[in-house]
């Protein structure tokens, strides 16, 4: 046997030392592309351009990510996310350093889009979500849902102060300081610290000592061995109406998720808050989804991935109609309750992107078939962020607009209770055997 790796000598399972890391890079990464929403005022104020322009800048981001967003998983796989990860961060950092250089609208759709939003899918929940569950099986949910919690944290802490940044020095000076930042912490930590699989190291899933026998992480339970043993190539995921099926619910959440994320400080503002509050809201909601996406991923380890699903869409449900009674009269609580159901509900769905994969597509081709999925994803992404606008733009109002979002929510829901993960792999509260 090869010689053992030091990491197997520490008192405590690696696989917290690549959580950590994701947990900081997340916090950073995936703000600095929905920091977008506090930009998006700014640069409306300054240039006067059209809502839906303007908030395509994010879109095709999103849309330029689909070149690289299907090979994520592969190139995870042949380079690591010790490499991996570090091109996206740098990319992103590329992106923010020249946009203050830029005064044209097809300028940021280059810098602050294709760059900033588009890099940003190796360190987002796609990239961290074709290696994380190979660190943990029995407590997927729980450890997917603390790491993406990162991205709270990262808002709560970064957003007021960017705001700040932004009403004081600028717009531009902010994008800056982020590219800074970025290059500081998530380049450095992930070369020196992140990795792929625990059996790159020697180790085994959720810590499991090497032969030990019914170790947790060795196996996971297969209640539907020929699903699990499907040869997923390209044709044949294609003619898989269950893989359509999560294609379906990973859009529509995403369309929901963005349509909040971009427009909605705009959406406060006009409502009659301060921008300020605006700003705080968008910080708040991401704080709230600290104990939101622990508390689903927990849930849903117990009573399986369909209902924990159904949690979050309704917490977007409740948000959407909240905000079409704002249409007419606005007051706090209305505030506080939108913020309340995508924090706690709504964003539960983070950990569950991943785990919902792996339990029906996991194997050999995972990394394959969430690279499809993670597609689905940047088409709901660009298309809420981008359509809610130009539909605000038509209409004069986000009324339609958001309509349409309680509709996908439900036939998100409905598309993963089809899909039937736990059919497949149950997750551990539902197991006949431990």
Not at 197 to 207: I, N, Q, R
Not at 240 to 254: C, G, K, Q
């Amino acid at each position: 046997m090869p010689k053992t790796h030091w990491s197997a000598r520490l008192p405590f399972y690696y696989g917290w030392i690549v959580v950590a890391v994701a947990f900081t890079t997340m916090a950073i990464g995936v703000n600095s592309r929905t920091a977008f929403s506090l930009l998006y005022p700014a640069i409306l104020d300054e240039y006067g351009w059209d809502r839906g322009a303007t908030s395509g800048i994010f879109a095709f981001g999103f849309l330029a990510s689909m070149l690289i967003t299907p090979f994520v998983g592969t190139l995870m796989e042949r380079f690591g996310p010790q490499r991996v990860i570090p091109v996206g961060a740098l990319t992103i950092a590329l992106g923010l350093g020249l946009t203050p250089f830029i005064n044209s609208l097809w300028g940021l759709y280059l810098t602050l889009g294709a760059l900033t939003v588009g890099g940003s899918v190796a360190v987002s929940y796609i990239g961290h979500t074709t290696f994380l569950p190979n660190w943990f099986v029995s407590r997927r949910g729980l450890v997917l849902g603390i790491t993406f919690s990162g991205v709270g944290v990262g808002g709560i802490v970064l957003f007021p102060s960017l705001q700040g940044f932004i009403e004081s020095v600028g717009w531009r000076e902010a994008c800056l300081g982020l590219a800074a930042l970025i290059v500081i912490t998530i380049v450095l930590l992930n070369i020196i610290a992140q990795r792929r699989k625990p059996e790159d190291l020697g180790l085994l899933a959720d810590g499991a000592a090497p032969g030990a026998q019914g170790a947790p992480g060795q196996t996971e339970e297969i209640v539907d061995k020929a699903f699990a043993a499907i040869d997923w190539t390209y044709a044949r995921i294609a003619r898989e109406p269950r893989f359509w099926a999560v294609v379906f619910a990973y859009l529509f959440s995403l369309f929901n998720h963005y349509a909040v994320q971009v427009h909605q400080t705009k959406f406060f503002i006009e409502a009659g808050f301060s921008v300020s509050e605006g700003a705080w809201a968008l910080g708040l909601m991401v704080l709230i989804g600290i104990p939101g996406q622990i508390a689903v991923g927990w849930i849903s380890d117990r009573i399986g991935r369909e209902w924990g699903w159904a949690l979050a869409m309704l917490g977007y449900i409740i948000c959407f109609i909240t905000f079409l009674f704002m249409l007419e009269g606005a007051s706090h609580w209305q505030l506080y309750l939108c913020v309340a159901a995508v924090g706690l509900l709504g964003a539960g769905t983070a950990p569950l992107f991943g785990a919902i994969g792996a339990e029906l597509f996991g194997g050999r081709w995972y990394g394959r078939v969430f690279g499809l999925l993670g597609v689905a994803c940047s088409i709901g992404a660009a298309s809420g962020a981008w359509l809610t606008g130009v539909l605000y733009d038509v209409t004069g109002s986000y009324a339609f607009g958001f309509q349409m979002c309680i509709g996908f929510a439900i036939a998100s829901a409905v598309c993963i209770g089809y899909a039937g993960p736990g059919r497949v792999r149950p997750v551990s509260g539902r197991r006949t055997a431990h």
